[in-house]
């Protein structure tokens, strides 16, 4: 148990709709990692953001978008849904510069 | 580029050592990270170790550190079959955001 939990556990989606993942964060953790690790693969980063502010951004399209919340609680967001977006999810919180902890993940099915 | 390399498949008998390798590309990485997955489930940190280490060793597990080489292995001692998973190494780059590059992963089998 980490203490980073992540809703919903599995979704399906349509191809151009759009899906909303939430992360909770460890308590005390204000720094939240967002990944996506597409089958048989490493997970590669999608974006951070640190106190509420995206702090980083890898090469994924604008239509990926996040939020970090008061309580550094996080949303991704993902807009006209793509087959190739059909991955496991996974959020990771962490204090800024120390080892970051994974929550189980969210695995999305774009039909 | 931005490519950090494992072998994708290792097979030891229970209570043999395994030893998981791995080269990353980036000699300014600060800390270099393992990670367990199980099927189904996220990412466990197992251990980690700072840039300026040759060695850390964490109960069963060993981490060694070739900076020149930039290779980093993982020795699991007295190997079980709980130990069955893939194993991802990571390096952080922190000179622009702590976000991690991980490898392929290792899919490690162990039978009686």
């Known amino acids: 148990e980490t203490g980073v939990t992540q809703s919903p556990t599995h979704l399906i989606k349509t191809r151009g709709q759009q899906v909303t993942l939430r992360c909770s964060s460890q308590s005390g953790h204000n720094t939240v990692s967002w990944y996506q690790q597409a089958l048989g693969q490493g997970p590669q980063f999608i974006f951070q953001?640190?106190?509420?502010?995206?702090?980083g951004r890898g090469n994924f399209p604008p239509r990926f978008s996040g939020l970090q919340f008061p309580n550094y609680s996080s949303e991704l967001n993902v807009n006209a849904l793509e087959l190739d977006d059909s991955a496991l999810y996974l959020c990771?919180?962490?204090?800024?510069?120390?080892?970051?902890?994974f929550g189980q993940g969210t695995r999305l099915t774009v039909v | 580029g931005e490519d950090v390399e494992q072998s994708l498949f290792l097979s030891v008998r229970e209570g043999d050592s395994s030893v998981i390798n791995c080269t990353y590309t980036d000699s300014s990485s600060t800390y270099l990270y393992w990670y367990k997955q199980e099927p189904g489930a996220g990412l466990q940190l197992l251990t980690y170790i700072f840039s300026n280490m040759d060695m850390k060793q964490d109960q069963r597990l060993t981490v060694l550190l070739n900076k020149k080489d930039k290779h980093l292995s993982l020795r699991i001692a007295d190997t079980q079959t709980g130990d069955s998973a893939i194993y991802f190494c990571?390096?952080?780059?922190?000179?622009?955001?702590?976000?991690?590059?991980f490898g392929t992963g290792t899919r490690l089998q162990v039978f009686p």
């Open positions: 990571a390096e952080e780059r922190s000179y622009n955001t702590d976000k991690l590059i």
């Open positions: 990771a919180s962490s204090l800024r510069d120390s080892e970051a902890f």
């Open positions: 953001y640190y106190r509420e502010e995206e702090n």
